[in-house]
């Protein structure tokens, strides 16, 4: 949502609200296909009350982009605490340049 008026800021000169959004789903199952209304209360809404819901989600969003790209630029990429070895990390062909072995 956020790209997207962005872009229509910048090449339509034009300020929407993010009143909502919509995804495409490829699944195979016919009440699945298609276009999918994302709905970010599971209780009924006005259009005011979508656009603020629409906001807070751009906002925290932003927010974790900030963040995560703060924490790449100051070198910090955090393993996780799963049991990588005997899950995932038998089967990873990036395995003789990932640090996992080295956090062990």
Do not use: W
Not at 43 to 68: G, P, Q
Not at 84 to 101: G, I, N, P, W
């Amino acid at each position: 949502m956020y790209a997207a008026k962005k872009l229509i800021q910048a090449q339509l000169k034009k300020d929407y609200e993010p009143a909502g959004s919509e995804i495409y789903s490829l699944k195979y199952q016919e009440d699945k296909f298609g276009r999918q209304t994302v709905k970010l209360s599971r209780k009924k809404t006005t259009a005011e009350e979508d656009v603020e819901l629409n906001e807070e989600l751009i906002r925290i969003c932003l927010e974790s982009v900030e963040k995560y790209v703060a924490a790449i630029q100051e070198g910090k990429f955090h393993l996780s605490m799963l049991d990588r070895e005997t899950k995932v990390c038998q089967y990873c062909s990036f395995r003789a340049v990932c640090r996992v072995q080295e956090a062990g």
